[in-house]
């Protein structure tokens, strides 16, 4: 067993204090197995007390503020590598190991796990409570594609155990798909067994510009739906820029075996000129890095709104959402969207009721939804987080009732107020 992390590093964030909008908590607790995890929820629902899980805090801002918070959980004290074989192409992780240090010791065997789109200091039980994703899904899928199984610790006390450590696994329901982006309502994840990929032979980013947003999101459509089989095909305008020199950038992520590449590259490039691109460039190495790099610009905003359509739709959601920011005079704002996938993130300077109703109105307009990522406390109700509730939110609060009927974990900070 390898533990990722330090018991210094894990003490600094006991002391650390937890705040949640205008609530703080009053005690944290670092629990360091499932059974003493469960062991606290049961306490703290006993008593009342309400629990919010917490591993670095890098998603704390995601959907509404919560409810109550008495208790801050923190995953520090699981942050274990629990089993690896590298021949077998699973790993099995406690909830607080960071995403950065978890690739580091997977790529020692020539290995990742394919979620990006998260800062390196991420926890896995966060990246899976929220169901975080970046480019990469194109290829590889979200969590919910790359998990095989859950161990959480419930508020009545019990260690719940779903999926397994295996790939082929197809006893029984896959209960651990309930957890995926449940942030945590379900039960308090505790550790994830989780496919990993061998590290591609080469990869390279083929990058066009674009005057016309139009002509680069129907570019990266074609592309995203082609047989290349790219990683990723993302689109990313930026209006910080002056209105003389406004472009969109679409990136091409080529990744696999040399030659695969190469194929792949010829063909994107030849496809990007052929639809107007103004310039197109081939970047490798530490280029290639600092490109995909920029493409996560959008995230250093204070402010962050996620957008989601159909694939088909994506091209006109841009355009939309362009023209309604411009509308509302905002000058300093990047976005970037997922063709072949359906999302775009925005990330915004500044971010109020009317701006983000105009945003939901567009989403919605396409049969699509609007998520908050990080915004001002006043927009952090269930209501302006999330949305109107679906259909399918009585059977969402059924599922609630069994696992957390005392609202112990989380309470009000999911769909409707969960």
């Given at each position: 067993?390898?533990?990722?992390?330090?018991?210094?590093?894990?003490?600094?964030?006991?002391?650390?204090?937890r705040?949640?909008?205008?609530?703080?908590?009053?005690?944290s607790v670092s629990?360091?197995?499932?059974s003493?995890?469960?062991?606290?929820?049961?306490?703290?629902?006993r008593a009342?007390?309400?629990?919010?899980?917490?591993g670095?805090?890098t998603?704390?801002?995601?959907?509404?503020?919560?409810?109550?918070?008495?208790?801050?959980?923190l995953?520090?004290?699981?942050?274990?590598?629990?089993?690896?074989?590298?021949?077998?192409?699973?790993v099995?992780?406690?909830?607080?190991?960071?995403?950065?240090?978890?690739?580091?010791?997977?790529r020692?065997?020539?290995?990742?796990?394919?979620?990006?789109?998260?800062?390196?200091r991420?926890?896995?039980?966060g990246?899976v409570?929220?169901?975080?994703?970046?480019?990469?899904?194109l290829?590889?899928?979200?969590?919910?594609?790359l998990?095989?199984?859950?161990?959480?610790?419930?508020?009545?006390g019990?260690?719940?155990?779903?999926?397994?450590?295996?790939?082929?696994?197809?006893?029984?329901?896959?209960?651990?798909?309930l957890?995926?982006?449940?942030l945590?309502?379900?039960?308090?994840i505790?550790?994830?067994?989780?496919?990993?990929?061998?590290l591609?032979?080469?990869?390279?980013?083929?990058?066009?510009?674009f005057t016309?947003?139009?002509?680069?999101?129907?570019?990266?459509?074609?592309?995203?739906?082609s047989?290349?089989?790219?990683?990723?095909?993302?689109?990313?305008?930026?209006?910080?820029?002056?209105?003389?020199?406004?472009?969109?950038?679409?990136?091409?992520?080529?990744?696999?075996?040399?030659?695969?590449?190469?194929?792949?590259s010829?063909?994107?490039?030849?496809?990007f000129?052929?639809?107007?691109?103004?310039?197109?460039?081939?970047?490798?190495?530490?280029?290639?890095?600092?490109?995909?790099?920029s493409?996560e610009?959008?995230?250093?905003?204070?402010?962050?709104?996620?957008?989601?359509?159909?694939?088909?739709?994506?091209?006109?959601?841009?355009?939309?959402?362009?023209r309604?920011?411009?509308?509302?005079?905002?000058t300093?704002?990047?976005?970037?969207?997922?063709a072949?996938?359906g999302?775009?993130?925005?990330?915004l300077?500044?971010?109020?009721r009317?701006?983000l109703?105009?945003?939901?109105?567009v989403?919605?307009?396409?049969?699509?939804?609007?998520?908050?990522?990080?915004?001002?406390?006043?927009?952090?109700?269930?209501?302006?987080?999330?949305?109107?509730?679906?259909?399918?939110?009585?059977?969402?609060?059924?599922?609630r009732?069994?696992?957390?009927?005392?609202?112990?974990?989380?309470?009000?900070?999911?769909?409707g107020?969960?």
């Open positions: 067993m390898a533990t990722i992390g330090t018991t210094q590093a894990a003490d600094a964030c006991v002391a650390k204090p705040v949640l909008g205008r609530l703080e908590a009053h005690v629990p360091g197995s499932p003493e995890a469960a062991h606290m929820l049961s306490e703290a629902r009342g007390h309400a629990v919010v899980p917490w670095n805090g998603a704390q801002a995601l959907g509404a503020n919560p409810a109550r918070f008495d208790v801050a959980c995953t520090s004290g699981m942050a274990s590598i629990v089993e690896y074989e590298p021949a077998d192409l699973v099995t992780l406690g909830a607080g190991a960071m995403i950065a240090e978890v690739q580091a010791t997977l020692e065997h020539g290995q990742f796990l394919a979620l990006d789109g998260v800062p390196g991420a926890t896995i039980g990246i409570a929220t169901n975080r994703s970046g480019s990469s899904r290829l590889y899928g979200t969590a919910r594609d998990v095989l199984g859950i161990t959480a610790a419930l508020p009545n019990d260690v719940v155990r779903s999926g397994g450590r295996v790939v082929k696994n197809v006893v029984g329901y896959d209960l651990n798909k957890h995926i982006g449940a945590g309502t379900l039960g308090l505790c550790e994830v067994t989780m496919k990993v990929h061998p591609p032979r080469a990869e390279t980013s083929v990058v066009g510009r016309s947003l139009e002509s680069a999101s129907t570019a990266a459509h074609a592309l995203a739906r047989n290349l089989s790219l990683r990723a095909v993302d689109v990313s305008t930026d209006l910080d820029d002056p209105p003389a020199g406004f472009m969109t950038v679409v990136g091409a992520w080529c990744s696999g075996w040399p030659s695969a590449v190469s194929r792949q010829r063909e994107v490039a030849a496809s000129r052929g639809a107007g691109a103004i310039s197109v460039d081939t970047l490798l190495g530490d280029d290639h890095d600092a490109f995909r790099a493409m610009k959008h995230r250093q905003r204070p402010n962050r709104v996620k957008l989601t359509v159909l694939p088909d739709r994506l091209g006109q959601l841009q355009l939309r959402v362009a309604v920011l411009r509308d509302a005079g905002v300093n704002a990047s976005a970037i969207a997922l072949g996938i999302v775009m993130q925005v990330g300077d500044g971010l109020d009317p701006l109703a105009r945003l939901r109105e989403a919605e307009a396409a049969s699509g939804t609007c998520v908050t990522e990080a915004a001002p406390d006043a927009l952090r109700t269930p209501d302006l987080a999330w949305g109107r509730t679906r259909d399918d939110f009585r059977i969402m609060a059924r599922i009732d069994e696992f957390d009927p005392s609202r112990t974990i989380n309470p009000g900070r999911f769909v107020g969960l």
